[in-house]
């Protein structure tokens, strides 16, 4: 708003000016209003300049200044207002291409959840979102949103997650399958329970995402930074020479005017805006335009292992009954006494079980980091469920490889589960494509055993295993990376990650939880549950940056070739800032084809 207003006032202060000059027949006053507008003009870029080189960059306004005040001083004061409309012009329509290139971030905050349907014992009630708590249930009617992350009690219905994931099939959602908030419900109603907060859902956390990547446009402009300072010395040799030759200092402003960097200003910043958008409608949120540059040039790349390359959703593996007890049996009362429970292993438990064979409970106890106690009356029988020590402390310690829960019935041992983490689908393919794009180092970073971690890694074609580590581990490992093979990226799960994504040159994050999401630590979060956008945001990044140099390299050419045209002469200065809006145009409209999609890798 604030680049419209001075390009309106601009607009004015021109208006005025012909008027009075030909109109009222008064150029000289027509000349003054133009000169005082373009001094106030000059003054404040030369203030915004100074404060650009204290904070280290390289300032790409000087030869706009220099313009302003060359065609000033030898009189083209139509020139300099040509110029001053450019300029004020130029930053009002990067206003709109910016708004124009972000309006698939800016759609997720239009349709915010607001209230839900609270089931209570009288019946339901609306109540504001905030209100919800964890382990809630709440009634989802056809074509609602989904309030807060939480999962399918009851029901069965089809979700449309594009506005969250980029995913536009909709997604079939069964009980005890995840619901994420700000998904829409289909044609028919399902009850939920509620497993995150508000504030923790995955809506809230994209909304935190996509006002932190609109606060930070500022650091879009350093790749135009590099080609500031050659080409602010050609234009002043080539503008220098036309007026050593002509002997006229108005060529030297006629030089200047058509050198203005407009091209540098516009083309950088709207290319990695509309690059970002981009990789919004295929469900990856990159907070700014630096990470973009950065992932663009990454030559390695590092993987944690569980919910990165494997699901991190356990499944059942093997049901071990003791004497007494089959696996049928062992499987039913687990699966009953953790039926109301939220835990991860529990849903496991409860999922591959059969709805029609859990027991109805009578009482059930949770006790924090050890398990459930349940009792049931139909039976007479009271089961733990848990970790071993907590289960059966008598019973000698059991070495396990793999993740089990125990139980016990009446205070007798009766046996374990176990759980396995699958390799995700799509992670060789994954791994395949950023060995195509030619990565350099692909690592695997896990605190998991090292034959585990070397299974899972010679499934997906990674060579380079690090097991057993630790997140100082980690750490220590990344800074380790040599130069040669930097920026490095990391990819985890956001939260037991954090410290490595903010190690990282780049960190990416699967965030297909709220929690995930809302990871400060991270660059980049891939909001769909799919490794295979890990590449896909490389390539975007790619040709992004391709477009976006493409788009300053053809500014800076058509730039030249003006130049030197002016430096014959053969330009005046008036009809060269009219052709400078021409290299504007061409700068904007081909940073803009950043958002469309194109095929990428094949």
């Not at 009980?175 to 700000?182: C, H, N, T, V």
Request: net charge negative; charged share 15%; with cysteine.
């Amino acid at each position: 708003m604030k680049h419209t207003l001075k390009f309106s006032l601009t607009l004015l202060i021109g208006l005025m000016a012909l008027i009075t000059a030909f109109l009222f027949k008064q150029p000289l006053w027509a000349q003054i209003i133009v000169t005082m507008a373009g001094s106030l003009v000059a003054l404040s870029m030369m203030i915004e300049m100074v404060k650009t080189l204290k904070s280290g960059k390289y300032g790409i306004d000087l030869l706009a200044i220099t313009a302003i005040i060359a065609t000033l001083a030898v009189g083209e004061y139509w020139a300099a207002l040509m110029v001053l409309v450019m300029l004020t012009g130029g930053d009002s329509l990067e206003d709109y291409a910016a708004h124009k290139a972000g309006r698939e971030l800016k759609a997720l905050l239009d349709n915010s959840p607001q209230t839900a349907h609270l089931i209570e014992a009288a019946g339901l009630r609306d109540v504001s979102v905030d209100q919800l708590q964890i382990h809630d249930q709440v009634l989802i009617k056809p074509g609602e949103l989904v309030p807060v992350d939480g999962h399918v009690l009851d029901g069965q219905s089809l979700f449309d997650e594009s506005s969250l994931t980029g995913e536009s099939q909709p997604v079939e959602k069964a009980p005890q399958d995840e619901l994420m908030s700000g998904s829409v419900n289909g044609d028919t109603s399902i009850t939920m329970q509620v497993d995150q907060l508000a504030a923790d859902s995955q809506y809230q956390a994209i909304v935190k995402l996509v006002e932190a990547s609109a606060n930070q446009p500022a650091k879009f402009v350093r790749m135009a930074d590099r080609y500031a300072v050659p080409f602010t010395l050609v234009a002043y040799i080539i503008a220098g020479i036309a007026w050593w030759v002509s002997k006229d200092p108005v060529r030297f402003a006629e030089v200047l005017v058509v050198a203005s960097p407009c091209p540098l200003i516009l083309a950088a910043p709207i290319a990695l805006i509309s690059g970002m958008s981009r990789a919004s409608r295929n469900g990856i949120i990159i907070k700014n335009g630096t990470t973009i540059e950065k992932l663009a040039g990454a030559k390695a790349i590092a993987f944690d292992k569980t919910g990165t390359i494997t699901n991190g959703q356990l499944t059942l593996d093997q049901v071990v009954p003791q004497n007494g007890f089959t696996e049928a049996s062992l499987l039913q009362l687990a699966a009953s006494a953790e039926q109301e429970s939220s835990h991860i292993l529990a849903r496991s438990l409860v999922a591959a079980s059969d709805a029609a064979t859990r027991l109805p409970l009578t009482d059930l106890q949770e006790v924090t980091g050890a398990g459930v106690i349940a009792t049931f009356a139909a039976t007479q029988q009271t089961v733990k469920v848990g970790k071993l020590n907590f289960v059966a402390p008598e019973q000698p310690t059991a070495t396990l490889k793999q993740t089990a829960v125990h139980v016990a019935v009446n205070d007798q041992y009766a046996g374990y589960i176990t759980f396995i983490d699958h390799l995700r689908a799509e992670a060789p393919k994954t791994i395949q494509e950023l060995q195509t794009l030619g990565f350099q180092q692909l690592t695997m970073l896990t605190g998991d055993q090292q034959a585990t971690a070397d299974q899972i890694a010679q499934q997906v074609g990674i060579t380079d295993v690090h097991a057993g580590c630790l997140p100082i581990d980690k750490i220590h490992l990344l800074e380790q990376t040599a130069p040669d093979n930097r920026p490095i990226v990391m990819v985890g799960d956001g939260v037991n990650d954090a410290p490595s994504l903010a190690t990282a040159d780049v960190g990416i994050a699967m965030g297909a939880h709220g929690a995930t999401a809302a990871s400060e630590s991270a660059d980049v979060v891939i909001l769909k549950d799919d490794l295979n956008r890990v590449s896909r945001a490389v390539q975007i990044a790619r040709d992004t940056m391709s477009i976006a140099r493409q788009s300053v390299l053809i500014g800076i050419a058509i730039c030249v070739i003006l130049m030197l045209i002016a430096s014959t002469g053969i330009v005046p200065a008036l009809i060269g800032a009219m052709f400078q809006e021409v290299v504007d145009t061409v700068s904007i409209l081909y940073s803009l084809k950043a958002r469309k999609d194109r095929p990428l890798l094949k």
